[in-house]
């Protein structure tokens, strides 16, 4: 479902794929070739909310803000299943996974991956290029190569999944 809120209606691009049971509401922009995956809820109600191009919102993830404070996802970001954003900053090619909640004014650097299961707390910066991880989150390591590669090939395969389901007629 996508509702406008006082006369303010998302933007999502047309070749975007938002599966079934999403809710977007109000001041929402969502880039091309972005997939938001079955029982997403992005709200826009209270502050905008920007997710760029190719960035992928699994399955049963919360979007939400706190007043005059925008929620921002950059390009080629992966959120997993299950997680909650809150007027953050997600920056480039980031992967946040199941289960972890990022509150306002944490910022995620570039090619930064947050564990599953973790939590970063107000305002926390965490590294571009770094493996974060627990309740608080705390970095632990640089990335490597393998996983460098590994959150490329999440990414690129949720971004031909969201432009295959976009194409094929539910049953």
Known sequence: ????????????????????????????????????????????????????????????????????????????VTVGHGVILHSCKIRKKALIGMGSIILDNAEIGEGAFIGAGSLVPQGKVIPPNTLAFGRPAKVIRELNEHDISEMKRISREYAEKGQYYKSIKPI
Request: charged share 20%.
């Open 1 to 76: 479902m996508i509702y406008p809120y006082h006369e303010i209606k998302p933007t999502i691009a047309k070749s975007a794929f938002i599966a079934d049971y999403v809710t977007i509401s109000g001041d929402v922009e969502i880039g091309e070739e972005s997939s938001i995956w079955f029982n997403t809820v992005i709200r826009g109600d209270v502050a905008p909310t920007k997710i760029g191009n190719k960035v992928n919102v699994q399955d049963n993830s919360i979007l939400h803000q706190s007043p005059n404070n925008t929620l921002i996802l950059e390009d080629e």
